[in-house]
């Protein structure tokens, strides 16, 4: 009896420690999935803040860069409108829209952090409407930056010479910025130069309206693409993280 009783005392105290070591492993176990947890959402926070910082540089640059696009359409609308003969203009004041027609500046949009995070898998951090928003964001960069070059290949801004021809006699060579401009500018060639009356007579043909008026369409569609497009979209996926953020 006393050999049954120990027995039983050993079988309940090994039970005991049983118990007690599977608590612990349990313990353990919460405490370290709720470290990865904590790891997990400050990695999440800190990507989200990271985002937000590159998409709020990128709303900075959009907003100022559609304003000079902005004014510059204006500039080139005026042009048309004395090219048609509904618009009459001094001459100093033609010369000048028509220098200023087109942003002289390239729109540059950067996805670094998101490329990371998606390269990194971090990306899958995210919630689901933040991710189809920076999706969508991205989808909207690329299309952009496709419809863009279609219309410079379609219009032959740059390749070819009639075009060209047309934009140097017109004045329309967007000047070279001063911060940018480390060498001295280079004259107009002698041949290409018109007076008042040459520019005025070339400006109403038909040839050369048909001509601006498809470099206008590029970047009007440009205008409208960034402005309803890339900078709403921006703004959009900013609100969202600063709804995440708020959580």
Same mark, same amino acid.
């Given at each position: ?70 004014? @510059?359409?204006? /500039? ?8 048609? *003969?509904?618009? +009459?203009?001094?001459? &100093? #004041? $033609? !010369? ?11 729109? @540059?949009?950067? /996805? ?8 990194? *898998?971090?990306? +899958?951090?995210?919630? &689901? #409407? $933040? !991710? ?33 021809? $047309? ?34 007579? $070339? ?45």
């Amino acid at each position: 009896m006393l050999l049954e009783n120990k027995t039983g005392k050993y079988f309940k105290y090994a039970i005991g420690e049983i118990i007690l070591v599977v608590i612990g492993i349990l313990i353990a176990l919460n405490i370290n999935n709720w470290n990865e947890s904590r790891k997990l959402e400050d990695s999440k926070l800190h990507l989200m803040q990271a985002l937000k910082n590159e998409l709020v540089r990128n709303k900075g640059g959009l907003e100022h860069y559609v304003n000079e696009l902005n004014k @510059s359409n204006s /500039n080139f609308n005026k042009v048309l409108l004395y090219s048609v *003969g509904d618009y +009459e203009i001094p001459m &100093d #004041s $033609l !010369k000048y829209y028509l220098s200023n027609m087109i942003y002289p500046r390239t729109l @540059s949009v950067v /996805n670094a952090v998101q490329e990371e995070a998606i390269n990194s *898998g971090k990306f +899958e951090l995210l919630g &689901d #409407s $933040l !991710k189809a928003s920076l999706s969508l964001l991205k989808d909207f960069t690329n299309s952009r930056s496709s419809t863009l070059d279609k219309g410079f290949d379609i219009y032959h801004f740059y390749n070819d010479r009639q075009t060209q021809e $047309l934009i140097a006699r017109l004045y329309m060579s967007p000047s070279v910025p001063d911060e940018f401009n480390d060498h001295p500018s280079i004259p107009m060639h002698p041949d290409l130069l018109l007076d008042n009356l040459q520019l005025s007579t $070339l400006l109403k043909e038909p040839d050369t309206y048909l001509n601006l008026k498809n470099i206008n369409l590029t970047y009007l569609s440009d205008e409208i693409w960034i402005r309803y497009g890339l900078l709403r979209v921006t703004n959009e996926t900013i609100e969202i993280i600063d709804q995440e953020l708020k959580k």
